[in-house]
């Protein structure tokens, strides 16, 4: 990876890190996402971003097979 990446999460530039459903996250916040713990606040912004991930995500891709 050459290009310089803005994390999804935390907005940090960065290269190294995980594209998750075509964003980026610095490896910060993988490991960060890897070792929180439910309750933590810091986990309820991780999950917020990774739910708006997956809400672009199906909203990309998933559109007419939505069940609601
Ligand atoms: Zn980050």
Redesign the pocket.
């Known amino acids: 990876m050459d290009e310089k990446l803005r994390?999804y999460?935390?907005?940090?530039i960065g290269d190294e890190?995980i594209i998750l459903l075509n964003r980026y996250?610095?490896r910060?916040?993988e490991l960060n996402l890897a070792g929180v713990s439910i309750g933590e606040l810091k986990y309820e912004k991780f999950r917020r971003g990774i739910r708006d991930i997956w809400k672009d995500f199906n909203r990309k891709y998933n559109n007419k097979s939505m069940p609601i």
């Open positions: 994390c999460i935390c907005n940090n890190g996250i610095c910060r916040c």
